[in-house]
């Protein structure tokens, strides 16, 4: 490729590395029986809101600000996830968590 | 002499209707499943619609696909099939629903930690295999 990329004048782009990425789902349709553990989660407690999955440089303030419009509403997003937040510091990439209605 | 004819007769009748009793025999494969509608964007509700829909993301973005479907079936499995610029695959996810008959909705999220690449985008949904549609959708 590289001498008919030389000829025509076009240069390789290097692929992008997606190793890292994370993927996840869930429906409101129970898993067929049998399935084992499925990544669908019938029994979950229906809530209002959304659901947001936290990436690198996320922080509370940051996503309240994007879902909000207000950065100070951040212990809102805190305590509809206490569950899975023990520091409102501390979020990890690929953590799911829950934003409650405005 | 008539009476080979007869049975010669007989013989081809039988034959061509063969096929016919076999394919009528074969159980049943269709669900009555279908894809309804494939929306994308930035974030999902409790009930797995999306809340914003976009075909335009930024690095740090979580795609989300929603799937809406209509009909019953034992089981049936839903795939998302990423790919970026045009084939190179970023990812494919399954799962596996048993829809009781009423609309379902089912979601696939897709995020990169690091931020993804500026370009475009495209995920295809299959149902049991066979594809259902496609969206495509940029980063930039």
Known sequence: MGIFGDLFGKKEKPRPDFSNVRSGGSSTAPAPAGSGPATIAPTAPVTTGRTYVVVAGDSLSRIAKREYGDAQKWPKIYEANRSIIKDPDLIYPGQELRIPEA | ?140
């Open chain 2, 1 to 140: 002499m008539r009476m080979h004819q007869y049975a010669r007769a007989l013989v081809g009748l039988v034959l061509a209707a063969a096929p016919f009793g076999c394919s009528t025999s074969k159980p049943a494969v269709q669900t009555g499943l279908k894809v309804t509608h494939i929306d994308v964007g930035r974030s999902v509700t409790a009930e797995k619609t999306i809340a914003e829909k976009t075909d335009s993301f930024r690095p740090a973005d979580t795609f989300y696909v929603s799937v809406a479907t209509d009909g019953s079936g034992p089981s049936a499995t839903l795939t998302a099939r990423w790919t970026y610029q045009g084939g190179q695959v970023v990812d494919e996810s399954r799962q596996d629903i048993a829809p009781t008959g009423s609309a379902a909705v089912t979601e696939f999220h897709l995020s990169k930690p690091d931020g993804w690449p500026t370009g475009e985008y495209k995920v295809e949904v299959l149902l049991n295999g066979a594809s259902a549609g496609t969206r495509e959708f940029k980063v930039t």
